[in-house]
């Protein structure tokens, strides 16, 4: 109940187009979704995060879309650019456990092309 | 205003062998958790430091210990080093506040066992 499944895996889009992941969760008790990006040597950098009381937070390029009910949010990247090229992380993050622990995705590697 | 810093950033040990990774937090932040990163995978969170104590923990066994000091940095200790604690290592940092706030992140230890 603690997994945060991702997909895809890996993503090849042109220059300019829009980067779509998708990620489930099955712990209600998560309420709070932050998405990193991480380039390779690096450690993961929050994007965007979200919180269940709303469905859509947008921040330039990068939108989040969240569907409580189905327990389910993403992130749309738009008008995708060479340097976004990275691996993209969800994760979630709540629960009684009384400290901040975050539970993440296994990671969608973005490929975008020129 | 500094980042979170690591090291090593790294690291060659025998199977069998002890280890110890250092992270300075980024100032004003009085928490520190450590995530175990596979080749290909998501984070795993391991523990977190608040006010020098152990105040939550993940998966891992009681050879995966740490410490935090006055100044919130922190270590992570592993003993007893097996080929699959193979990984970066990554600490993160949060500022007192709500349980919404910002993990950031360094760059990690790469550690290698042979």
């Known amino acids: 109940q603690q997994q945060v499944k991702q997909s895809p895996q890996s993503l090849i889009v042109q220059k300019g187009g829009i980067s779509i992941i998708n990620c489930a969760y099955e712990n209600t008790a998560f309420d709070y979704f932050p998405w990193y990006q991480q380039f390779p040597g690096k450690g993961p950098a929050l994007l965007i995060a979200i919180r269940p009381d709303v469905s859509e937070k947008k921040e330039g390029r990068f939108t989040i879309s969240f569907n409580k009910s189905a327990k389910q949010f993403s992130l749309h990247i738009m008008d995708s650019q060479p340097g976004d090229s990275a691996t993209y992380f969800c994760a979630a993050k709540g629960g009684n456990t009384g400290f901040q622990k975050l539970v993440f995705g296994t990671g969608t590697r973005l490929l975008v092309s020129p | 205003e500094t980042g979170v810093t690591q090291s090593p950033t790294h690291l060659i040990k025998t199977r069998g062998q002890q280890v110890t990774l250092r992270c300075s937090s980024q100032s004003g932040h009085n928490t520190v958790s450590w995530y175990q990163q596979a080749l290909g995978q998501g984070p795993q969170f391991i523990f977190q430091?608040?006010?020098?104590?152990?105040?939550g923990r993940g998966n891992f066994p009681p050879r995966f210990s740490g410490l935090q000091f006055p100044n919130y940095s922190s270590e992570l200790n592993v003993n007893a080093l097996e080929l699959d604690d193979s990984a970066l290592y990554l600490c993160a940092s949060s500022p007192p506040g709500s349980r919404y706030t910002e993990a950031f992140f360094g760059q990690g230890t790469r550690l290698t066992v042979v």
């Open positions: 430091y608040y006010r020098e104590e152990e105040n």
